[in-house]
Each structure stands twice: as structure tokens, then as C-alpha cells.
């Protein structure tokens, strides 16, 4: 059974930081590429950042490039999304996906970030 289960969000002030967590299981963790997106309400869900399955090459959209870091844990089938300098613009749902092929393309049910005073 397939799994991603995120962790990690909350309440933070703007300029504060977050560390989202993505345990996966029922998969082969390390041949996945994973991804995190945002939902904002009433916006569509974007692509916020990425890192590779083999060689660990990473993107990023332009609104979070200096303040996020993706990275990931195959010993422990784990991908993180470091957060600094959150923004109020960053308060959104965020996904972890993990996609090898259009047959293998997995969701975690999302996990709340608030950014505010």
C-alpha cells in the first residue's frame, strides 16, 4: 500500500521558518523523483520545488528560490522541504508527490501552513 504522509506545518509568523516532513512507504523510495506543491485557497496548486531521483539535481519556482530547500533521505524513504523567511503569500496546503512514471504518480493528503501575525 502506497503511502506519503506529510508533517510539519502550522502557525508561523512572516520571517519565521518551517521544516515539512514526507515519510513514503509502499513504494521504491529512491527511483522516485519527489516534489512538493502548494494550494492557496481559491488558486491553482503549484509546483513549489523538486529534486531528482538520481543525482539529486533540484528546481524551485521563482517565489521561493533563496528561501526553500528541498532535499531527501532514501535510508529513510523521507523528503523535507526546509522553509526560512516564510512570506504571508507562502500560507497554503502543501503536497509531497513522488512520480516515476505516469502509473506511478503518488499524493499525500497535504499538510496546513498559515503564515501570519
Known amino acids: 500500500q502506497v503511502r506519503l504522509v506529510e508533517s510539519g506545518g502550522g502557525l508561523v509568523q512572516p520571517g519565521g521558518s518551517l521544516r515539512l516532513s514526507c515519510a513514503a512507504s509502499?513504494?521504491?523510495?529512491?527511483?522516485?523523483?519527489m516534489s512538493w506543491y502548494r494550494q492557496a485557497p481559491g488558486k491553482a496548486r503549484e509546483l513549489v520545488a523538486a529534486?531528482?531521483?538520481?543525482?539529486?539535481?533540484?528546481n524551485y519556482a521563482d517565489s521561493v528560490k533563496g528561501r526553500f530547500t528541498i532535499s531527501k533521505d532514501n535510508a529513510k524513504n523521507t523528503a523535507y522541504l526546509q522553509m526560512n523567511s516564510l512570506k504571508p503569500d507562502d500560507t497554503a496546503v502543501y503536497y509531497c508527490?513522488?512520480?516515476?512514471?505516469?502509473?506511478?504518480?503518488?499524493w499525500g493528503q497535504g499538510t496546513q501552513v498559515t503564515v501570519s501575525s
Open positions: 509502499g513504494f521504491t523510495f529512491s527511483t522516485h523523483r
Open positions: 508527490q513522488a512520480w516515476s512514471s505516469p502509473q506511478n504518480d503518488y
Open positions: 529534486i531528482a531521483s538520481v543525482g539529486g539535481s533540484t
